[in-house]
């Protein structure tokens, strides 16, 4: 029962996402395996995460979709999916941010309000999805389940960053500054 509740509220924020996604082809990533399935892509077993390599710094989301009586419906439920876990690693770091910012700002002895904050930086995360884009598919020949990897790259999340109006100047410019070492560490903490 709790299974298919997460399913159905993870379906309901992926088709939500969907309308704010922006798609685009590239190649593939590489990205290392740690769980040793074999015959799947490397990027299925590494599943969600966040990347520091030399492809740049970059928020990926893998999702999936069990066979559905319309293959292309099946393939948009796991792109949707794919999106929504960019979505989840994408506001857990900007919390991060988030954080570091006032503690930032409360150091210097000023004044934050932390609810101003956490509002700007939801904004941002809907705001950034639009540069997120599916990299690679995959099926399961055996299972039919077909699996989808959505990235997103931290340039383009500081340069939408950069251009919102609704942020803050100090909390822009923080990320401008800050964002790469935050995100360092966020993926070293993995």
Same mark, same amino acid.
């Given at each position: 029962?709790?299974?298919?509740?997460?399913?159905? =509220?993870?379906?309901?924020? /992926?088709? *939500?996402?969907? @309308?704010?996604? &922006? $798609?685009?082809?590239?190649?593939?990533?590489?990205?290392?395996?740690?769980?040793?399935?074999?015959?799947?892509?490397?990027?299925?077993?590494?599943?969600?995460?966040?990347?520091?390599?030399?492809?740049?710094?970059?928020?990926?989301?893998?999702?999936?979709?069990?066979?559905?009586?319309?293959?292309?419906?099946?393939?948009? =439920?796991?792109?949707?999916? /794919?999106? *929504?876990?960019? @979505?989840?690693? &994408? $506001?857990?770091?900007?919390?991060?941010?988030?954080?570091?910012?006032?503690?930032?700002?409360?150091?210097?002895?000023?004044?934050?309000?932390?609810?101003?904050?956490?509002?700007?930086?939801?904004?941002?995360?809907?705001?950034?999805?639009?540069?997120?884009?599916?990299?690679?598919?995959?099926?399961?020949?055996?299972?039919? =389940?077909?699996?989808?990897?959505?990235?997103?790259?931290?340039?383009?999340?500081?340069?939408?960053?950069?251009?919102?109006?609704?942020?803050?100047?100090?909390?822009?410019?923080?990320?401008?500054?800050?964002?790469?070492?935050?995100?360092?560490?966020?993926?070293?903490?993995?």
């Amino acid at each position: 029962m709790l299974k298919s509740s997460i399913s159905v =509220v993870t379906r309901s924020f /992926a088709v *939500a996402l969907f @309308a704010l996604a &922006l $798609t685009g082809c590239s190649g593939p990533t590489k990205v290392e395996s740690d769980l040793g399935l074999k015959d799947v892509p490397d990027w299925v077993n590494e599943g969600t995460n966040i990347l520091n390599n030399k492809d740049g710094r970059l928020f990926h989301g893998v999702g999936s979709a069990k066979p559905l009586a319309d293959m292309q419906l099946q393939k948009s =439920v796991a792109d949707d999916r /794919a999106r *929504a876990e960019v @979505a989840r690693i &994408l $506001t857990s770091y900007l919390e991060v941010v988030s954080d570091d910012y006032v503690s930032s700002v409360r150091a210097e002895g000023e004044s934050v309000s932390e609810e101003s904050v956490s509002r700007q930086i939801r904004s941002s995360t809907k705001i950034n999805l639009r540069g997120a884009r599916i990299i690679a598919n995959w099926r399961d020949p055996k299972t039919g =389940v077909i699996y989808s990897l959505c990235e997103l790259d931290m340039n383009q999340v500081k340069s939408t960053v950069a251009k919102s109006e609704e942020m803050d100047a100090g909390l822009r410019r923080y990320i401008k500054n800050k964002g790469d070492n935050i995100f360092d560490r966020v993926a070293g903490e993995q």
